[in-house]
C-alpha cells in the first residue's frame, strides 16, 4: 500500500479491526519512511453488477456514485459517515443476493430512500427531489405532505 504522504511502498499494520457485519477490514498502517499513520479499509471485490437506468442505458454499479448521491443528500446533518458505509455495504450485500446480473436504478434508489426516510426526513426530501426529478415546488409540497401523513400515528 502506497503512503498518501511521501509515496512510499514500505509500511506496517499497526491495527486491524472487522466492521460489525465482518464484510470490512479497517486497517491503521504507519509508513516505514516518514512515519505517518494512514487508515485503509479492505473490502470484498467490487459486486459485478450491471445497473439498468430508466432510459434503458446500462452501466457497471459503481458504490461511488450512490455515496456521492447519499452524501449530498446528507450534507450538513447530523449523519456519520459509519451510518452510511454500513448502510452501502448492507446495500451491496442485498444486491448480491439477488444473484442478478443486471438490476434496475429503480431498484436501488428506492431502497436509498426508504433507508434515508428512516434516517433522517431531510436527507430523505433532498433525495428524492433528484432521484424523482422534481419539476417544480409543487412537487416537493406533494412529497413533504406524504411525508407528514407517514409520520403521524
Known amino acids: 500500500m502506497k503512503c ?4 512510499e511502498l514500505d509500511n506496517k499494520v499497526i491495527d486491524s479491526r ?8 479497517r486497517r491503521r498502517r504507519e509508513c516505514i519512511d516518514c512515519g505517518q499513520r494512514f487508515t485503509t479499509y479492505e473490502h470484498v471485490e467490487a459486486i459485478s453488477v450491471m445497473i439498468v437506468k430508466k432510459d434503458g442505458r446500462r452501466e457497471e454499479y459503481s458504490r461511488d456514485k450512490v455515496k456521492s448521491g447519499i452524501f449530498r443528500a446528507c450534507e450538513k446533518l447530523d449523519i456519520s459517515v459509519n451510518v452510511i458505509e454500513d448502510f452501502l455495504d448492507e446495500l451491496e450485500r442485498e444486491l448480491r443476493e439477488t444473484g442478478e446480473k443486471e438490476i434496475p436504478s429503480e431498484m436501488i434508489g428506492e431502497r436509498v430512500m426508504k433507508k434515508l426516510h428512516k434516517l433522517n426526513p431531510i436527507a430523505y426530501v433532498r433525495f428524492a427531489s433528484v432521484y424523482r426529478e422534481f419539476k417544480d415546488v409543487n412537487d416537493f409540497v406533494q412529497e413533504l405532505k406524504s411525508l407528514l401523513t407517514t409520520k403521524q400515528p
Open 4 to 7: 498518501p504522504f511521501c509515496s
Open 18 to 25: 472487522l466492521s460489525k457485519d465482518g464484510t470490512v477490514i
